[in-house]
C-alpha cells in the first residue's frame, strides 16, 4: 500500500526524550506495539540484538535499553518516568534480560528480536522488527508469521489455521467494513491474517472475527503516530516542483502550502494543523528552557555548556554572528537537554533537533516575528522534510541524513520568513543538502554528543547562508528531491563501506573513551538486572 509521509508523522516527530530518536522513540514504538498485540502484562522479556549492529555501540550510551523497557512498560516516549525503567520493571514484575547474537542480522543495523512471555498465562509470542530513524519502525514478523506494519494505523491480526487461511481471509473481508488493507500469510503452524483500519476496531467487530471458524486467537494494536493514514486521502502535491507549480497557482505563501498538505493527508482542519504546530512549538520551547537550566546531566563524557555559552554569546565577548547569536545557544541547549532525557520534538531527529529551532528562534529575535510567523516557519521546515523522508533522516546513512536534513530544512523556513516563494524555499534546502553531503554520523561512545553538538551549532551558520545565497538568487542547479536521491545513493555507500564508524570515534582517543563508557554502561545495566533478579 503507497503512503505517502506526513510532516507531522515522520519531519516534526517524534516527541520523545533524547538524545537519538531511532534510540528512544524507535525502540518505545516497537515495544509498545508488541505489548498491545501480545495482550497482557508480560512478565519476562528477552530483548535480542545483532552482534554486527548498531545496538552494540548504542543500546546503553543512548538510552535504547531505557526505551524497549518504558514500551513494555506500557508507556508512550514522553512518560515522566523514562529514567526509572529498570525500578518500574521490578515493580511491575517484569523479568528483563538482553542479548547481543551472532544469527541477527546487521543489516537493518537496529534490528531486534522481542520474546514476550507472561508466567500467568503460559503464552509466549515473538516478535521481529528494526528502528529505521527518526522515530520510524517496522515489525515485519509475529511467531514466524510474516507481515508488515509501520504503526501508521490500527492493527488486528487473526492467527488462523493453516488450512483455513484463505477461508478466514475471505470471512474477514465480509466482516470489516471500510479496511485499508487485508493480507494473510502462512507461518510455522499457523496462518496470520493482518487487517489495517483507520478507525478503532469494535468490541463487536473483534468478537466477529474471533468466532469465525478456524481463528485461533485475534490480537490488536494502535497506531504510534500522530497522524492515521489512509488511502483515500492523498496530498496536494507530492515533489518539490509540484509544490511551486502549486504554491504559486493559488497565489499562497509557503507555509500555507503546507497547512494544506498536511490536511489533505490527516483531513484534519487548517486550525488543528495550526493548533498542532503550535503545540510543538510549546515542547521546542520548553526544551530550550530546559537546556539552559543547571544541574542537567547527561551521564556521558563532555559536561553541559549550554548556560555558559549561552552567558559568553550575551555578554558582547563574542564576534557578532547576527541571528547566530541567539541560534548557536539554543542550537546547544536543545541537545543538551535532549542528550539529559528531556522530552524534545525531534527535527527532523534527536541528533539534529537544535539547527531548525535555533535559525527561527535567531530570526525571529532579529526580525521581531510574531508567534504565529515562527510557528508558520515551523511547518515551512516541516514541509521541506517532507521531500527527504525516503532516509528516514537514519544516521546510518550518515549524519548528511541527520544534520544535512535539518540544515536543509532550517535554510527553506528561513528563506520563507525571508519573503522567499516556494522556489526560494527549495532552493535553500537543495543548498542545505549539497553542503553536507558525504558526512559521516561519527558519534563518540554511541552517544549523540560529540561531535553533534558542534555539528547542530554550525548547522545554523550553514543554514543561514544557504537561505541568503538562495534569496541573493544563487542557482542551486540540482533540484531538492534529486539532491535527496543523491544523499540516499552517498548514504548506501557510507552503511555498505561502514564509514560512520572511521571518523572522531576511530581516532585513538574515540576509541578508548568508546571502550570504556561501553564497559560502564554495561556493568550499570547488568547490576540493575541482577538487582531485578534478586528481588
Not at 510557528?375 to 527527504?388: E, H, I, P, S
Request: charged share 20%; proline share 5%.
Amino acid at each position: 500500500m503507497e503512503t505517502y509521509p506526513s510532516i507531522f508523522n515522520e519531519s516534526l516527530a517524534p516527541v520523545t526524550p533524547g538524545p537519538s530518536s531511532s534510540n528512544t522513540a524507535g525502540p518505545f514504538r516497537i515495544a509498545r506495539t508488541c505489548l498491545e498485540f501480545f495482550g497482557e502484562p508480560v512478565t519476562k522479556a528477552a530483548i535480542e540484538m545483532s552482534s554486527g549492529g548498531a545496538f552494540t555501540f548504542t543500546y546503553f550510551g543512548m538510552r535504547s535499553d531505557l526505551a524497549f523497557i518504558g514500551g513494555l512498560l506500557g508507556r508512550e516516549p514522553d512518560h515522566p518516568r523514562f529514567l526509572n525503567a529498570y525500578e518500574d520493571a521490578k515493580q511491575a514484575g517484569i523479568e528483563i534480560e538482553y542479548r547481543f547474537l551472532d544469527e541477527l542480522p546487521p543489516d537493518p543495523s537496529e534490528y531486534v528480536r522481542l520474546v514476550l512471555s507472561s508466567s500467568v498465562s503460559g503464552r509466549t509470542m515473538t516478535f521481529c522488527g528494526a528502528s529505521v530513524g527518526g522515530g520510524g519502525f517496522y515489525l515485519d514478523s509475529v511467531d514466524g508469521c510474516p507481515f508488515y506494519t509501520r504503526g501508521y494505523h490500527h492493527e488486528v491480526l487473526l492467527f488462523c489455521d493453516p488450512d483455513a487461511q484463505s477461508a478466514c481471509e475471505s470471512a474477514a473481508r465480509t466482516l470489516v467494513s471500510g479496511f485499508e488493507r487485508i493480507e494473510s500469510s502462512p507461518g510455522e503452524g499457523c496462518a496470520m491474517i493482518d487487517i489495517k483500519l483507520t478507525g478503532e476496531p469494535s468490541q463487536e467487530l473483534l468478537a466477529s472475527l474471533r468466532g469465525i471458524q478456524g481463528v485461533r486467537s485475534v490480537c490488536t494494536a494502535s497506531p504510534r503516530h500522530a497522524v492515521s493514514i489512509s488511502r483515500h486521502r492523498k496530498p496536494v502535491f507530492l515533489t518539490p516542483a509540484e509544490l511551486v507549480s502549486y504554491a504559486d497557482g493559488k497565489g499562497i505563501p509557503v507555509w500555507q502550502a503546507a497547512v494544506d498538505y498536511e490536511m489533505s493527508l490527516s483531513g484534519w482542519t487548517q486550525q488543528q494543523v495550526l493548533n498542532y504546530a503550535d503545540k510543538l512549538w510549546d515542547i521546542v520551547l520548553a526544551s530550550i528552557e530546559g537546556g539552559y537550566r543547571p544541574g542537567n546531566d547527561m551521564d556521558a563524557v563532555v559536561p553541559c555548556r549550554a548556560p555558559q555559552v549561552k552567558e559568553f554569546y550575551e555578554s558582547g565577548s563574542q564576534v557578532p554572528g547576527g541571528i547566530l547569536d541567539t541560534a548557536v545557544p539554543v542550537a546547544l541547549a536543545i541537545q543538551e537537554y535532549s542528550n539529559s532525557s528531556g522530552i524534545i520534538v525531534c527535527i527532523p531527529t534527536g541528533g539534529a533537533s537544535g539547527v531548525v529551532p535555533g535559525i527561527i528562534l535567531g530570526a525571529a529575535k532579529q526580525m521581531d516575528l510574531s508567534r504565529g510567523q515562527q510557528v508558520r516557519a515551523l511547518l515551512v521546515a516541516g514541509l521541506m522534510g517532507v521531500f527527504m523522508a525516503e532516509t528516514d533522516y537514519f544516521g546510518a546513512y550518515g549524519c548528511q541524513a541527520e544534520i544535512g536534513c535539518g540544515v536543509g530544512m532550517a535554510a527553506g523556513a528561513l528563506a520563507s520568513l525571508m519573503g522567499g516563494n516556494a522556489q526560494n524555499a527549495c532552493d535553500a534546502a537543495s543548498l542545505g543538502l549539497q553542503s553536507l553531503l558525504g558526512l559521516v554520523c561519527d558519534s563518540v561512545c554511541g552517544a549523540s554528543q560529540v561531535p553533534c553538538f558542534i555539528r547542530n551549532m554550525t548547522g545554523t551558520a550553514t543554514a543561514l547562508v544557504c537561505a541568503n545565497a538562495a534569496m541573493a538568487g544563487l542557482d542551486a542547479l540540482i533540484p531538492l528531491d534529486e539532491m535527496v536521491g543523491a544523499l540516499m545513493r552517498v548514504g548506501l555507500t557510507i552503511r555498505s563501506a561502514r564509514l560512520n564508524t572511521m571518523g572522531a570515534n576511530a581516532t585513538p582517543t574515540g576509541a578508548k573513551l568508546e571502550e570504556e563508557e561501553i564497559a560502564r554502561q554495561k556493568k550499570a545495566v547488568d547490576e540493575k538486572l541482577q538487582r531485578n533478579e534478586g528481588s
